[in-house]
């Protein structure tokens, strides 16, 4: 009989170390934040951010800077100009759903970044920890959250989308699962076109450590084919 068990909390156990780092990081983000305007008025938001939004929800409104501004406006009045097409449609378009829900499309466009930066977190953790072990999986979040620019993670932005389906797409990849890492890829070109890089980069990985079953569910040339399509 085994000393180790193979419940739940055995499976799973892995997800405390991210989740820990997604947590410290981003409390400590909400605390600069809150700061912010000991350093200046209006300290780290977007000034293009609407009002109401800044008004009701001032901390994650220090959250929102950068290209948040921009989703924001695809999200209300569609692509009306030039410069919106370097702005792909996913993240306006799930943001413009949270913001139904919660009553403000800010709120959601930021809630979405915290939600898939969580999700990426785990998903690089896992997939570091696959390619190399436990320590390298550790030492590799550790590092990105600290990494300067990752507020952006946080910022209503794609850059969170663009960890969350990157990391995700190519460990389901390595696995042999290509329909669905076909399927996740596809929807990160669309929230970021840094994505058709990962998409590549799947393509190229031979299957380890999955259900050999699935490994020709897809054909990997479709995998590759993202970036065309």
Known sequence: MSDSPNTPATRFAWLSFPLLIFAASRALLFMFAKAGPLFGPRMGTD??????????????????????????????????????????????????????????LELGLVGLSLVACCAGFVGAYRLFQKLCDSETACWGVALIAAFPFSYHLSDGGASACLLALSTWGVLLARQGAHARATAILSVGVLAHPACAL??????????????????????????AAIPVL
């Open 47 to 104: 000034s293009d951010l609407a009002r109401a939004f800044v008004d009701s929800y001032p901390t994650l409104a220090a959250l929102g800077h950068g290209e948040i501004s921009n989703y924001a406006r695809i999200a209300r009045s569609g692509y009306t100009r030039f410069a919106d097409v370097p702005f792909f449609p996913v993240v306006p378009l799930l943001g413009k759903g949270l913001g139904a829900l919660f009553g403000s």
């Open 198 to 223: 990962f998409a590549v980069a799947a393509a190229t990985l031979s299957p380890r450590g999955g259900r050999q079953g699935h490994a020709r569910e897809c054909p990997r040339w479709a995998i």
